[in-house]
């Protein structure tokens, strides 16, 4: 598998950024979106032309995960009148907000999926199993294993996830560092600092962690530096274009 960072802040882009979006390249070469946020599509063009992708997941229907789905659609609309693709693209995503949930179907180009915790599909030899997670809406980390390797994708998160029930010593753990620990919000905002996402690799024993959704204007030093002593794997703070193959 290769795992590579399209866009990586939150909850809006920084100049020439974009807001969570992340490519999944099979052993076969087969590509599957996880998450479309706001300038995701634009990154999505450097790497493949979007009737290549075998299925999009949304881990929510928050907008900085989804705000690119609309436009994804055109593209696809666009491609079937080309001939360029025949199938409709399968959208994994949870039910609700309701309202959010029936723009996922557009004409006969995406098809949405239900999904709900426990939830295991296959995509091309790779399996995914779905966990909710600690978030305002429903909210689903990925369980992401093909072969021996996994990948943990943690989405949208806060300090009630219960990490130990969904993986154990993933290959890569993909976890969110909204804040720093001085910004944390008095009232529970269900978020992750950078040093609650290291100690939360740390309990899991992943061997490598990926601290993503972050704020534009923090710096990624600031969030290596308080992530560092709290993780002895290999740490990772995402930026445009980072990938790693398992």
Sequence with gaps: MKWTVLGFQ????????????????????KY???????????????YLPTYQ???????????????DVLTLQYALHLQHIQGKRKKP????????????WQKLRFRTVTEP????SQTKI?????????HRTDHGIPCYAMEIREGFRT???????????DWENMCREPDLFVCEATFLEAQIPEDNVPHLSARQAA????????????????????DLEDIRREAAPHFSGDLYVAEKGWNIAL
Aim: one cysteine or more.
């Design 89 to 100: 693209l399968p959208v994994y995503a949870p039910r609700r907000p309701e309202s959010w």
């Design 122 to 130: 296959d995509v091309d030899g790779v399996s995914i199993a779905f």
């Design 32 to 46: 599957i979106l996880i998450d479309c946020g706001s300038g995701v599509m634009a990154e999505l063009a450097h």
């Design 151 to 161: 990948i943990l994708y943690g989405a949208d998160s806060g300090v009630k996830t």
């Design 199 to 218: 100690q939360a690799a740390e309990r899991i024993g992943a061997k490598a962690l990926l601290l993503t959704h972050v704020y534009p204007d923090n």
């Design 113 to 116: 999926v239900d999904i709900e």
């Design 10 to 29: 939150s909850p809006y882009p920084g100049p020439g950024g974009a807001t969570p979006g992340y490519l999944l390249e099979t052993s076969s070469g």
């Design 53 to 67: 992708l075998e299925a999009l997941m949304l881990s929510h229907l928050h907008h900085d995960h989804i705000a």
